[in-house]
């Protein structure tokens, strides 16, 4: 009640307050009638459509004609109101792109809305980023003709293909957006490619879409990364990529951690290797972490960008010596610890000791830290090892898992972490693993605390 009374109080106080001085006279309306909005505001070449015209100081009758500029032909006019229009227009094939002005004519009277109005190519194609030997970008390609859509319901029905040494794979599909990832074989001839993308459903008139010359591949100086010597650099477009080589050094058997990191808000760094064959169809990735292995004469080709495709993101790509796993660690009392900062992967060289070995590893969890979740990856660090991952808690009670038991990689995320303290990571052979093969006993994990 009483602010009530203070409101109404203040209302009056103010209603009752003396007249201020005149202000200076508006603008007087003299510019005649005008095309205030138009609906949509473009359309594509080679079809037909409904376009809504709103205005403003008109009088429109069944007498307004409409002009939209060359190669554009209006099929009929509805007034709905004398400020609206309902124009149904058919645009050629080979309507010239580009803006036009709109021109409604209601006897002598003309109103005009000047480069309102965007005829666009039926299909257009755009290059993200800029594909050199060794590098990679994206061609967007959108089709404008509302009554289009590409289909998501059937798998591999959209198709991709650029050739040349140039490799193509479809990344996304909406229903009138296609992105496709192209990358270029580190020896790929020079010059532009043609680029043709296919739906596989649609009718054979307008299932392909091919554009002429319009992937450029240009040479590229791959950046030596070297091991204890962190290589830094910016990613200034959208979709832009660096290409880096590492050679082993000529002592075998090294392993090394390849990270890639960023402090760009809502990027998503990452990096895909190719063998020393160069060849982008065997690629593998993306990563953010891996443990490299490689064997003195087979250099690796690594390029870095970053998933979302953000501009002016600064990355660091490190190659740091691999933890070694420490036998004994069949047991929890045995576990090797690791510290897992947020966000930010620790990458381990594990190898099994035997057929039936298990080996633990130990996280602490501190209280700032719970209601996160610990993610475990394991990938075969010699072909065909086969393991399973777990996490569990101080009492042995799993949280969440085990794993799924894939052939060469097997992912957990775990249940949200409820209590400060220590939790175990448990991997071990899968039980389709007959035999212990010192060749195949080699593995990689990965653990990360995350959201």
């Known amino acids: ?54 205005g403003f100081g008109t009088d429109w009758t069944d007498a307004s004609t409409v002009s939209m500029g060359a190669g554009i032909s209006v099929k009929k006019v ?183 990191t960023s402090n760009a808000p809502g990027s998503l760094p990452r990096f895909i290797t190719l063998p020393s064959s160069g060849l982008a169809h065997q690629l593998a990735g993306p990563y953010e972490s891996i443990l490299v292995r490689q064997d003195p004469s087979d250099p690796l080709y690594v390029i870095a960008f970053d998933l979302n495709g953000m501009s002016g993101v600064d990355y660091t790509l490190d190659l740091k010596s691999a933890p070694v796993e420490v036998e004994p660690n069949d047991m929890p009392e045995q576990a090797s610890s690791i510290t897992t900062p947020f966000n930010t992967p620790t990458l381990i060289n594990g190898q099994f000791s035997a057929l039936g070995d298990v080996d633990y590893f130990k996280v602490v969890i501190g209280a700032n830290d719970v209601g996160k979740k610990l993610r475990v990856i394991s990938r075969a660090g010699d072909a065909n090892c086969d393991t399973i991952v777990d996490v569990q808690n101080d009492l042995g009670t799993s949280q969440g898992g085990p794993s799924a038991d894939n052939v060469i990689f097997d992912q957990l995320i775990s249940a949200p972490l409820p209590t400060p303290g220590t939790y175990f990571v448990k991997v071990y052979f899968s039980p389709q693993v007959g035999l212990w093969d010192e060749n195949k006993s080699h593995y990689q994990l990965v653990v990360s605390l995350v959201p």
């Open 1 to 54: 009640m009483t602010s009530r009374l203070a409101l109404a109080v203040l209302i009056t106080a103010t209603a009752c307050g003396q007249r201020g001085p005149e202000g200076p006279a508006g603008p007087v309306w003299g510019g005649g009638p005008s095309i205030s909005a138009v609906n949509p505001a473009f359309v594509a070449a080679g079809t037909s459509q409904t376009v809504l015209l709103s």
């Open 78 to 260: 509805t007034v709905a109101s004398p400020t609206s229009l309902a124009v149904e227009l058919t645009v050629a094939a080979d309507a010239e792109p580009g803006t036009r002005d709109l021109v409604v004519t209601q006897g002598t009277q003309q109103a005009k809305h000047s480069g309102a109005f965007l005829v666009k190519p039926l299909v257009e194609a755009t290059v993200l980023g800029k594909l050199g030997r060794g590098t990679l970008a994206i061609v967007r390609v959108v089709h404008n003709d509302p009554a289009f859509a590409f289909d998501l319901a059937t798998s591999g029905a959209v198709t991709a293909i650029a050739g040349g040494g140039v490799h193509a794979q479809v990344v996304s599909v909406s229903p009138h957006q296609v992105d496709v990832l192209v990358l270029a074989d580190i020896g790929a001839p020079r010059g532009n490619r043609d680029f043709e993308l296919t739906d596989r459903t649609r009718q054979l008139a307008e299932k392909t879409f091919r554009f002429p010359n319009l992937l450029e591949v240009f040479d590229v100086d791959a950046t030596d990364l070297l091991p204890g010597m962190p290589a830094t650099g910016t990613l200034g477009l959208p979709f832009a990529s660096k290409l880096f080589k590492y050679t082993p050094p000529s002592t075998p058997a090294v392993s090394y951690v390849m990270t890639i």
